[in-house]
């Protein structure tokens, strides 16, 4: 499969542990980028990468999250003593080269369930 | 921050008949909209997209227009059928989809047969 990969595809954690969730794009991707999505409304936006640099991330994000991309390949984003309020699909997408064509490739998504 | 307000959320039609969903956003330099439509448990899929340069894009049955005047665009789908049922989200991005692409909240299509 050469499409965007997430791991875990679910995890239900208690309120107050740290997940952490990785992200493998098409190889040739150099782009990469972290959503959010809840019911019912739109994929929000987290934070992305270039390569290994980290090129800007949401206001919205807590420092509570982190993600990294340390050789430019894939990527993990951690939450630290996770809330109830942070339930939701973590979408993973990237984009070959966003100045021929915007496209993003997402993942299956990463659903986090806190108790 | 760009923000992209997205309506109906909701939107049923009998099959054979079109569908027309409305997007506008903030930012005037928003250069890039994309459409994207994810089916119950899967992932987004890009369907059809738009560059400022271009004031209409047509796909077979479906279409997108943009209006940069007034900062909106829409996606029309003629001839709908059951299989386009799905969730719909419009988007807009600066530098032709180089930075951070922002989404609208969707519109929940249903195609009656």
């Known amino acids: 499969d050469t499409g965007v990969s997430q791991d875990p595809r679910h995890k239900i954690t208690k309120r107050g542990q740290n997940v952490t969730f990785r992200c493998d794009p098409i190889?040739?991707?150099?782009?990469l980028y972290w959503y959010r999505q809840t019911l019912g409304q739109g994929p929000e936006f987290l934070t992305y990468f270039q390569n290994e640099a980290q090129l800007e991330k949401s206001r919205l994000l807590s420092d509570r999250f982190s993600a990294e991309r340390p050789k430019g390949s894939f990527s993990t984003l951690e939450i630290q003593r996770t809330e109830q309020g942070d339930s939701a699909m973590y979408l993973c997408?990237?984009?070959?080269?966003?100045?021929?064509?915007?496209?993003?490739?997402f993942g299956e998504g990463s659903r986090l369930t806190v108790l | 921050g760009e923000n992209v307000e997205q309506h109906p959320s909701t939107l049923s039609v009998q099959e054979g008949d079109s569908a027309v969903i409305k997007c506008t956003y903030s930012?005037?330099?928003?250069?890039?909209f994309p459409w994207y439509k994810q089916e119950l448990g899967k992932r987004p899929q890009l369907i059809i997209d738009?560059?400022?340069?271009?004031g209409e894009k047509k796909d077979q049955r479906i279409a997108v227009t943009l209006n940069k005047t007034a900062k909106h665009f829409s996606l029309h789908i003629t001839e709908t059928q059951p299989e386009d049922s799905a969730v719909y989200f419009c988007a807009a991005s600066l530098s032709g989809g180089y930075q951070k692409v922002t989404f609208g909240t969707g519109t929940k299509l249903q195609v009656i047969p």
């Open positions: 738009i560059r400022s340069n271009v």
């Open positions: 930012d005037s330099a928003s250069n890039y």
């Open positions: 997408a990237s984009v070959t080269d966003p100045l021929n064509t915007g496209e993003l490739f």
């Open positions: 190889s040739e991707h150099n782009r």
